[in-house]
C-alpha cells in the first residue's frame, strides 16, 4: 500500500524512498513486530476465557509436558498471521501476484491450522481433524497456488527446478511440476508443524529460513545481482523479501510470549501456515532443493518420524526413544532449554549451508 507513495516522488523527492524493497522490508518486519506485540495480550486473554483448560497434552508424550505445559492455551498463530498480514498489505507492491500468492497460501493453511486447534480444544483431544480430511485441504490449497505460480512464472522457468552449485542448469519438470510444488508446499508445512513441540523450538528456524529466503529472493529479483551471482531472474520475485520480513517480525512478536515458559503455543493455526508460507517461496524462487537445506532441521525431523514407524512396523522395535527427534533427547534427559538451543544452533549452521550455493557455483 505504502508502495504506491512512491508514484508522487516527483512532487515529494522524499517519498522515493518506498520505491527501495530493502527499505520495505525494513519496514515490514517493524511493523509485523509491532502488530504481534501490540495484539499479542489480547489474543492470549481472549484464548484463555476460551481454552481454561488450555492445550490437549499428548498422553503418549514427555510425561514432563503434562505438568509443565498443562494449561497454556493454542492457536497463539494468530497473532504471526495477523502481523504477516498487516505488515505484507502495508508494505509490499500488491500489484505483484507472487505477493498475493504467498499470501494465499498462509491464510489458507492457517486456516486449516485453525479448525485442526479448535476440533482439538472443543473435543479435549489431540487429534484434531482427521488427518486425511487435513492432507486434502492442504494439497488443494497447494495445488492451486502451484498452477497459479505457472501461469505467472516467465515460460522458460516455469516447470522449472534449479540444481544448487551448478550454473545455468535448470531442470525441466513438465507434467510433474504441479505435484512437486504440492509436495514441497504440503511437505513443509506438515515439517514445520512435527518441529512445534517445544518452546520457542520451531519460530526460531521458520524465521532463519525466512531471513535466507529473503535475501535469495531480493538477489533473484534484481537483474543485476541475479545475474552477478548466476541465478536465474525471476522478475517480481524480489517483493517476496517484504513478505519474507513480515515473516520475520511476526515471527519475533510471537517470540516474546512463546519463550520458555511459554504464554501461548502456536498451534496448527501457526505452524502450517509457517511451513506452507517457507515451502511457497522457495518454490516460487526455484529454490527447492536450497530449502531442504535451509530447513534441514525441520527435514530432519520429519524423517526421525518416517523412520520411526517404518521400523516399529517392519521389526516391532523403535530406532529413538520417542518421534519426532526432539522428544528422543527429552526421554535421554536432555533440559528443554539445551534441546532448543542446540537445535537453533543447527538452524544457523544449515542456513549458512544453504546461502553459500548462492555463489558456489
Known amino acids: 500500500m505504502l508502495y504506491f507513495l512512491s508514484e508522487l516522488s516527483g512532487q515529494v523527492n522524499v517519498l522515493n524512498v518506498f520505491r527501495y524493497q530493502t527499505f520495505r522490508a525494513g519496514g515490514a518486519v517493524v511493523t509485523a513486530l509491532i502488530v504481534a506485540l501490540l495484539c499479542g495480550p489480547s489474543i492470549i486473554r481472549w484464548l484463555k476465557t476460551k481454552q481454561p483448560m488450555g492445550q490437549p497434552i499428548r498422553q503418549d508424550g ?5 505438568i509443565t505445559k498443562s494449561g497454556t492455551p493454542t492457536m497463539g498463530g494468530m497473532m504471526i498471521l495477523l502481523g504477516i498480514a498487516v505488515a505484507t498489505l502495508l508494505w509490499a507492491d500488491l500489484r505483484n501476484e507472487y505477493v498475493w500468492i504467498a499470501l494465499f497460501v498462509t491464510m489458507g493453511y492457517g486456516l486449516v491450522g485453525s479448525f485442526d486447534d479448535y476440533r482439538k480444544v472443543t473435543k479435549r483431544s489431540s487429534g484434531g481433524l482427521p488427518g486425511r480430511v487435513k492432507l486434502i485441504l492442504e494439497i488443494a490449497i497447494a495445488l492451486a497456488a502451484a498452477a497459479w505460480i505457472y501461469q505467472v512464472t516467465t515460460p522458460a522457468l516455469a516447470d522449472g527446478l534449479a540444481i544448487p552449485f551448478l550454473k545455468d542448469v535448470m531442470l525441466k519438470l513438465g507434467l510433474l511440476y504441479l505435484p512437486f510444488a504440492v509436495f514441497v ?4 508445512s506438515n515439517a514445520v508443524n512435527l518441529t512445534d513441540g517445544l518452546d520457542g523450538l520451531a519460530i526460531v528456524p521458520v524465521m532463519i529460513a525466512a531471513g535466507v529466503f529473503g535475501i535469495i529472493t531480493y538477489l533473484i529479483g534484481n537483474t543485476v545481482f ?18 519474507c520480513a513480515a515473516v520475520v517480525g511476526a515471527g519475533l512478536g510471537f517470540l516474546w510470549f512463546n519463550a520458555p515458559p511459554a504464554m501461548v503455543f502456536m498451534g496448527d493455526t501457526g505452524s502450517l501456515a509457517m511451513g506452507g508460507a517457507l515451502g511457497t517461496v522457495a518454490v516460487i524462487s526455484k529454490h527447492e532443493i536450497v530449502f531442504a537445506i535451509v530447513g534441514g532441521l525441520f527435514v530432519l525431523e520429519t524423517v526421525s518420524v518416517i523412520v520411526q514407524v517404518i521400523s516399529f512396523k517392519t521389526t516391532g522395535k523403535r530406532v529413538f526413544r520417542m518421534a519426532p527427534l526432539h522428544h528422543h533427547y527429552e526421554k535421554k534427559g536432555w533440559a528443554e532449554p539445551t534441546i532448543v538451543i542446540r537445535f537453533w544452533i543447527i538452524a544457523v549452521i544449515l542456513a549458512i549451508a544453504g546461502l553459500s550455493t548462492l555463489k558456489l557455483r
Open 62 to 66: 514427555p510425561e514432563s509436558h503434562i
Open 226 to 243: 541475479a545475474g552477478y551471482l548466476q541465478e536465474h531472474y525471476i522478475a517480481g520475485a524480489g517483493e517476496l523479501s517484504i513478505f
Open 185 to 188: 508446499m504440503v511437505g513443509a
